[in-house]
């Protein structure tokens, strides 16, 4: 099977100069790198899947199949391979537990600090993670919503916000663009981040959570507390921008870099990016907290071994 198709609300309506202009392109991996560098060079933002890893997502029941099926044009499609498949695919719903690990993402970002610095970040997270939270949901329900203002007015329907609340939902869209663009008004941010946790916490009912302190949020979250490898990528960049001062090897720096800046194009939810984030994470974390141990020793030898004996006692 090879396939080009274009996606998203370029067909189904609704982009602007925030959209992003997706590209599908179903090869075999070893022709993935070129075509990715060639459409990326003239404009597309492209996802590029083997047809095997389709059909794993179809048997999965994959939400992005559905995408696919209603909100796609084909551009090209050798010997109508891709036509036939996508037509067989039939409408999985989410279970009650992909649902529930999307909430549980979206609490985890919200616990992130309240540092200006990581403002951008948190914005585009959250979008990121509501949008795919609410797909799911209206999904349970038989509602296949995947173009994010026809998404808005779908929310605003189900769970009775405002025009002004369902707002602030549509310009997280554009902060996250702009973040991605290094583009960021923190003030703006700022606002409307802590206005959308607020629906947020009212609308899924998150009760009882507080906010992560900056020196631990670095040891605060498990292996088993990412739902998902896109999950721990974005923790990952998290504590890239929050601790600059902690690099790794250079050819390390650049791989991470590369997943973080395009994920898509490196595969970043594989099982070797899985795993390679996993040996990041547990790398950064020994040499940030060799470093926070060294400052501590240097202004006190009684306040570090202090400090380890909180750490032990898990305070």
């Not at 551009?75 to 409408?91: N, V």
């Not at 996993?278 to 071994?305: G, I, V």
């Amino acid at each position: 099977m090879f396939a080009i198709v274009i996606f998203g609300s370029q067909v189904s309506g609704g982009n602007d100069d925030k959209s992003d202009h997706d590209l599908l392109i179903v090869c075999e991996a070893g022709n993935k790198r070129s075509l990715i560098e060639k459409y990326s060079k003239i404009g597309y933002s492209v996802s590029a899947y083997t047809p095997k890893q389709l059909e794993l997502m179809q048997k999965k029941g994959s939400l992005f199949i559905q995408h696919l099926k209603f909100e796609s044009k084909i551009l090209f499609d050798k010997d109508g391979e891709f036509k036939r498949f996508i037509e067989c695919c039939s409408f999985i719903k989410p279970k009650t537990k992909e649902i529930n690990q999307s909430r549980d993402s979206i609490l985890n970002a919200i616990q992130s600090p309240q540092d200006r610095i990581l403002l951008g970040w948190k914005a585009d997270y959250l979008f990121v993670l509501s949008r795919d939270y609410f797909v799911k949901y209206l999904a349970r329900n038989n509602d296949l919503v995947f173009n994010t203002k026809r998404l808005s007015v779908e929310i605003s329907k189900k769970f009775n916000l405002s025009i002004d609340e369902i707002n602030t939902f549509l310009r997280l869209r554009e902060h996250k663009s702009n973040y991605r663009n290094g583009e960021v008004n923190q003030q703006i941010v700022a606002r409307d981040v802590d206005e959308w946790v607020s629906i947020l916490s009212k609308v899924l009912a998150l009760k009882g959570w507080g906010l992560h302190k900056r020196d631990r949020y670095i040891n605060c979250l498990d292996y088993h507390d990412f739902k998902s490898t896109y999950d721990l990528l974005r923790y990952v960049e998290s504590l890239r921008i929050l601790f600059p001062e902690i690099t790794l090897s250079s050819d390390t720096e650049k791989r991470i870099h590369k997943i973080i800046t395009r994920p898509n194009h490196y595969s970043s939810t594989s099982v070797s990016s899985k795993s390679f984030l996993n040996n990041y994470l547990l790398e950064f974390r020994a040499r940030a907290n060799k470093s926070k141990h060294a400052d501590l020793l240097k202004l006190s030898p009684f306040l570090f071994q202090k400090s380890r004996q909180l750490q032990q006692a898990g305070v």
